[in-house]
Structures are given as C-alpha cells and as structure tokens.
C-alpha cells in the first residue's frame, strides 16, 4: 500500500488490540505509514465497531498466532519492517514467540512499541485497568469534577489516547530518529500511567507553589473559577468561557452587559461566588445562538459548547476541513496539517483477513505455500480467491 505523507515508507506491524494501540497505529497510517494489523484467525475482534475509526488506513491479515508458522508469518513481516506494535500485558507476546527478544533478533533495526496502562514493571503490570483505572492512580482523575461532587471520568481521552497513543507515537518516532544515528531499534515502553503523569506536569508545579489545592471545583482551570466555566443559556444550552487575561475578562463583561456594573474583585477567591451568580443570571437571559452572536469577533473568549454532530458542521471545522466521509463513514480528518507532504485521505477499515493473500505472498510464500497455510487453519482469509 504505498502512499504520501511524512512517514511514507515507515512499515508498522500492529499486533490487533483495542484503545491506545490501534489510535497510534491510526496515526502513523494516518501520516503515511504502512501499517499491517495482524488479526485473529477467527476474525474475533473485541468491541470492533467502536474501532472502526481507529482501524482506517490499514491492511489486515489474519493469523492464528498459536500456530509456529503464523508466527513464522509474522516475523517475516518483521523482517522488513521499522516497527512493531503490541498491547498484549507483560510477557503475552514472549508466549507468542513474539517478544522484543524473537522480533529483534529477525531484524536489530526494529522499533518494538509496547502499550500498556501500567507498564512493563511494577507491582501493578500484571493487573487488568481501563482508563478510569490509570488516571485514578495519577491523581488526574480526582483533579476533575465540581465542588462539593465526586470525580468526573472525562471520557477514555485523558488515558487511552493522549496519555496512551499519542505517548506510543511520540515514542515510536523519537527511537526511529535515534536509530539514524545508532543503526539500532530499540523496546519502547509506554505506559498510560506515564503519559498521564506527564500532563500532570503543570499541576504538580502549581501544587507545590500553592497554587492549587486539592479540593475540586477550587482553583482556575477546574471550574472554581467564575470565568473559566461553563454556563446554562435560556434554551438549555451551554456556552465556556475562558476570559482569564484581563483583557479578556473586561471583553466578557463588555458582553454581558456588566461593564459599567459595580462587581466585587475576581482575584479574591471569596468572591467567586458572587460573580458566578451574577455570571449565571445573565447567560440564563438568552440563548446559547444568541449569546454566541454577541460575543462573535471579541475577545472574551466565550464560545457556544457543541455536540459531536454540531462540532463537525461548525464554519470552522468545514473550512479546515476538520471532518471527512471515507466509505460512508463520518469521521475526524488526519491531522496534524503538513505543508509540503500532505498523506491522502485514509482508505476505510479493513474486514479481518481481507489482506492475508496478498501479505502472505509479500512475505515470500509460494501460491501453494499460501494455501497450505489457509487449509491448515494458520491463516485465514475473508476475501476471495486471489491477491487483495
């Protein structure tokens, strides 16, 4: 599958998995990469319609990995790649025979990615989590809510993808750039609970400063602050607003009508109070439209808080093109943008196997060799007879 973009020409392996791993590898195939999914033989694929997205960009071949010659399969396919991809727990894809030892020994020039929330040690490796789990640990997850409440899950966005994939990515690329100088690849062990904590980084600066305290709803960029929040409009609907600098505070009073109004000084935290309730009649009197049009073109930083299908119509995604429609599918546009080396739009997701011929005879075997291995259950294809 060859293709543009800035890694064009960079061939990934992914072992299938769910969450991180599958929107890493949708990111480097996203900017061109050529990435081939390695998927269970029975086509089984936990929560594959919530992957559909995540899947795009790739070719899939089909593999029972307990069988020595899928493994052999796969390390034909290491051969002539730049990286592996898994997100098996700990010691899972050495039960393969597919462990960073097997992988790097058919080619030291592998980049070995491996995906997990806690990571590769540890007293915690070998225990199961999803994202809720990781960011608990880090003390992310208490950071969010509202005073007085409970945490707040914030989606699976906080863990699996920007503290799980884009760390992956981030890794992958940073040991692919080191391997121009060292001729080496290298394990890459990304943990979700790493990622997370890394973002934390500010917090814990101004935790230490005393700046931030540790009940929720309490400090700026929690909702304790009056403008920095998110309030009801007459319709029901919402808008944020995010006037922190001065400038843009007075802009928000401006647009409330508040200007010329007595109000108490917002840099005293006693005061919050007040003025989230000054705040909050104001916005009741009209509708998030309304309110947007008012504060159109200022800086006050008020914006209306759309739905998904709302966000993907809005005049600014349209004109970034933001949103695209591949084999009916609507879906986020590749991103980031590049000036020079634009990848073209993704291919759709691949069916289990709708590769395995054509990848088999990549890795070197026979028309007959391909259909031993489909007759005798190692491979499987869902595709018809001949190459795809």
């Keep these: 599958m060859p293709g543009s973009g800035p890694l064009a020409g960079l061939r990934v392996v992914e072992l299938a998995a769910i969450g991180p791993a599958p929107y890493a590898c949708m990111m480097l195939a996203d900017l061109g990469a050529e990435v081939v999914r390695v998927d269970r033989a029975d086509g089984a694929r936990s929560f594959a319609a919530w992957h559909t997205v995540l899947d795009r960009g790739r070719r899939s071949i089909a593999l029972d990995l307990k069988d020595p010659r899928a493994v052999e ?42 995906m997990t929330g806690w990571g590769q040690d540890g007293p915690l490796a070998q225990t199961p989590g999803h994202d809720i789990n990781y960011i608990a640990l880090t003390g992310a997850l208490d950071a969010i809510g509202r005073a007085g409440g409970p945490p707040v899950p914030p989606l699976n966005l906080l863990g699996d993808f920007a503290g799980g994939g884009m760390l992956l990515v981030n890794g992958v690329l940073s040991a692919l750039y080191e391997r121009l100088s060292s001729g080496q690849g290298q394990v890459v062990d990304a943990a979700i609970v790493d990622g997370v904590s890394g973002m934390l980084g500010m917090l814990v600066g101004m935790t230490g400063d005393g700046q931030w305290h540790e009940a929720r709803g309490a400090n700026l960029l929690d909702g304790g602050a009056p403008f920095y929040d998110v309030y009801a409009c007459a319709d029901g609907g919402h808008v944020a607003v995010g006037a922190l600098e001065e400038r843009f505070y007075r802009a928000l009073l401006d647009g409330l009508g508040l200007a010329e109004t007595p109000l108490p000084d917002r840099a005293d935290q006693a005061n919050w109070p007040e003025l989230r309730r000054r705040f909050a009649e104001r916005f009741a009197t009209a509708t998030r439209e309304e309110w947007t049009a008012r504060f159109e073109g200022t ?50 997701a691949p069916a289990p196997g709708e590769h395995t011929r054509a990848i088999l005879a990549e890795c070197g075997l026979s028309a007959d060799g391909v259909e031993e291995l489909l007759s005798a259950g190692a491979a499987r294809s869902s595709a018809g007879p001949g190459p795809r």
């Design 73 to 114: 399969v796969v390390l034909a396919l290491v051969r002539r790649s730049d990286v592996l991809i898994e997100g098996f727990r700990p010691g899972v894809a050495e039960r393969l025979g597919l462990g960073p030892d097997a992988c790097r020994a058919a080619n030291p020039r592998l980049v070995y990615g491996r």
């Design 299 to 348: 800086e006050a930083c008020v914006t209306p808080v759309l739905g998904l299908a709302e966000a993907a119509r809005h005049p600014h995604a349209v004109a970034r093109r933001g949103f695209l429609s591949t084999a009916g599918l609507h879906q986020p546009a590749p991103a980031p943008r590049f000036g020079r080396s634009e990848a073209p739009e993704p291919a759709a």
